[in-house]
């Protein structure tokens, strides 16, 4: 079975505070993602990565960075957290096809104060 | 508009009832993808398809490329598919639909 993790389900952050939320994944897949989830707006792409040290741009990357050093661990980071990141943070994983299917983590919900 | 909408946004129904979801797109895919996430936020694929029809259990999902369109159908409902059901497609990545919030009463 294909397992994403994610280093927290919850977390509470102060306005200001470098915050990292981490990713790992143990199939191999080259592609690996960051969303956001927020009430009526759906699931929205931040970040993706679709080999070591690639990064690319999602629909909001705004007061986000991402790295990924290795092929399993996929890191979001908010440089100075405000309040309108609290979400929840939802990270996956892919094979390269377009026929692959995406495997999710289990979810990080962020509130920031 | 969004290129992924699905109807209805909210669904209540007793348990017994046949279920269906619709899911519309305006954009041109390799694949559909029907997810299932329950409270507390882990998201679940269910089917993945690129024509036809697919079936698990009680559930089964057909997409139309023709009409852009696919509906996922649970049979004999029960509380415990109570979820949201969330449609999304592939493109150069995955576009999501804003899901469809599924209670089933027992």
């Known amino acids: 079975d294909v397992k994403v993790t994610q280093s927290s389900r919850y977390l509470v952050k102060r306005t200001g505070e470098k915050v990292f939320l981490e990713c790992v994944q143990d199939?191999?897949?080259?592609?690996m993602f960051w969303y956001r989830q927020d009430p009526g707006l759906g699931l929205r792409l931040i970040y993706f990565?679709?080999?070591?040290?690639?990064?690319e741009k999602g629909d909001i990357p705004e007061g986000y960075s991402v790295s990924r050093e290795k092929k399993e661990r996929f890191s979001l980071i908010l440089e100075s957290a405000s309040t309108n990141q609290t979400s929840m943070y939802l990270c996956a994983s892919s094979g390269t096809s377009p026929y692959n299917e995406q495997f999710f983590g289990p979810g990080t919900r962020l509130t920031v104060l | 508009k969004n290129e992924v909408e699905q109807s209805p946004q909210n669904l209540t129904a007793q348990e017994g009832e046949f279920i269906t979801i619709n899911c519309s797109y305006s954009?041109?895919?390799?694949?559909l993808h029907w997810l299932q996430q329950h409270p507390g936020g882990g998201i679940v694929s269910l089917f993945m398809?690129?024509?036809g029809k697919k079936k698990h259990g009680r559930l089964i999902a057909t997409i139309n490329i023709q009409e852009k369109h696919s509906s996922l159908h649970i049979t004999a409902s029960h509380p415990r598919d109570s979820a949201v059901y969330i449609c999304?497609?592939?493109?150069?990545?995955?576009?999501f639909g804003q899901g469809t919030r599924l209670t089933i009463n027992p």
């Open positions: 199939m191999d897949h080259e592609n």
């Open positions: 990565s679709y080999d070591v040290k690639m990064k």
């Open positions: 398809l690129s024509s």
């Open positions: 954009v041109g895919i390799s694949a």
């Open positions: 999304a497609v592939t493109t150069k990545k995955l576009v």
